[in-house]
């Protein structure tokens, strides 16, 4: 007996697609480099919270893309990790993009790819200008 499941099967894209502003995005990526850029506890109460910040270089075989890691994602970004982000998002950070989870998202490491990561192509390193269109 077939299950009528109304969930979509996740639509994976390349690196290489991500624009400027869009989300909901799915993709397997390899970490190619992580580096820890914030890292502040709040030591009060039995509850240490920790607010941890990693910029990680991750990317695939169309090209890398800077992956803003927070908290427990930090753990995952072990160099030469592939992961899957779902439901990312793209953020603008001083006019160049980054790719991020939130709290609607998930990032999880799975089986190594076998693709290779095209270094060359490093989206988050093209500047974006926003453009006021003026309609004459």
């Given at each position: 007996?077939?299950?009528?499941?109304?969930?979509?099967?996740?639509?994976?894209?390349?690196?290489?697609?991500?624009?400027?502003?869009?989300?909901?995005?799915?993709?397997?990526?390899?970490?190619?480099?992580?580096?820890?850029?914030?890292?502040?506890?709040?030591?009060?109460?039995?509850?240490?919270?920790?607010?941890?910040?990693?910029?990680?270089l991750?990317?695939?075989?169309?090209?890398?893309?800077?992956?803003?890691?927070?908290?427990?994602?930090?753990?995952?970004?072990?160099?030469?990790?592939?992961i899957?982000?779902?439901?990312?998002?793209?953020d603008?950070?001083?006019?160049?993009?980054?790719?991020?989870?939130?709290?609607?998202?998930?990032?999880?490491?799975?089986?190594?790819?076998?693709?290779?990561?095209?270094?060359?192509?490093?989206?988050?390193?093209?500047e974006?200008?926003?453009?006021?269109?003026?309609?004459?």
């Amino acid at each position: 007996m077939a299950e009528n499941k109304t969930m979509r099967k996740p639509v994976f894209v390349k690196v290489d697609q991500l624009r400027p502003g869009t989300n909901g995005h799915n993709l397997v990526a390899k970490v190619v480099s992580s580096k820890m850029v914030l890292q502040k506890g709040r030591p009060d109460g039995q509850q240490a919270r920790q607010m941890r910040i990693a910029e990680c270089l991750i990317g695939d075989e169309t090209g890398t893309i800077v992956f803003t890691a927070r908290n427990e994602q930090v753990d995952m970004m072990k160099s030469g990790a592939t992961i899957i982000l779902r439901n990312a998002k793209i953020d603008m950070f001083k006019g160049s993009m980054r790719i991020a989870v939130d709290k609607w998202g998930r990032v999880e490491v799975t089986e190594p790819a076998s693709f290779e990561v095209k270094e060359d192509n490093n989206l988050s390193l093209v500047e974006y200008e926003l453009v006021n269109v003026v309609e004459e």
